[in-house]
């Protein structure tokens, strides 16, 4: 079984921002107290092509495994490593990110795809999509549990995501406020 939803939500702050506030998310230090389960990001690849102005970023993100504690004393692991691959393409002012779980895919494979654009009413706020999915592989002598498992981890992923809106509405305020100092 699969566990999925669909999120949409609309920052009041023009594209070039949120895209601006999404790459600062995770590096902000003001930011761990509601990111506190992001342990690390590094950067493995970043290109521009040059006839398309498109960026393609790779990251590695480790992360506290999802899930209750108990899980992770199953697994024997409390870390969960994962690569997530952006594009931007500015000129259609798009940003796709796509993350997947590294490690711990055979007990359980997370997904998720965030997109920015120009929200289509109002091109000065940007609608934001996130779609994850969450598939917990039928351990055998936990085949019972693997739908309450699913569903707890998706319980987390939703509390998460709505602290990562906060963090990205603060740091467009930020960046709305920089801009207006400076004259932009």
């Keep these: ?40 990001v590094d950067t493995l690849n970043r290109s521009l092509d040059h006839e398309t102005g498109r960026l393609h970023t790779t990251r590695a993100i480790t992360v506290h495994a999802p899930g209750p504690r108990w899980i992770q004393r199953l697994i024997g692991q409390e870390i ?4 997530e691959t952006s594009t931007v393409d500015p000129k259609s002012k798009f940003m796709e990110s796509t993350a997947k779980n590294v490690s711990l895919r055979r007990f359980i494979e997370v997904e998720e795809k965030c997109m ?6 109002n091109p000065n706020w940007t609608l934001f999509e996130q779609k994850t999915s969450i598939k917990c592989s039928p351990l055998s002598t936990l085949a019972s549990m ?17 602290k990562g809106r906060e963090v990205m509405e603060r740091i467009c305020k930020y960046l709305e406020a920089d801009s207006t100092s400076i004259g932009i």
């Design 1 to 40: 079984m699969v566990k999925s939803y669909t999120q949409e939500h609309i920052y009041k702050h023009p594209w070039e921002r949120v895209t601006s506030a999404c790459w600062r998310k995770f590096t902000d230090p003001e930011n761990t107290p509601y990111l506190s389960h992001i342990l690390e």
């Design 80 to 83: 969960c490593r994962c690569v």
């Design 116 to 121: 920015y654009r120009p929200h289509p009413e």
């Design 146 to 162: 693997a739908e309450r498992i699913e569903h707890r981890c998706a319980e987390r992923f939703l509390q998460n995501s709505v």
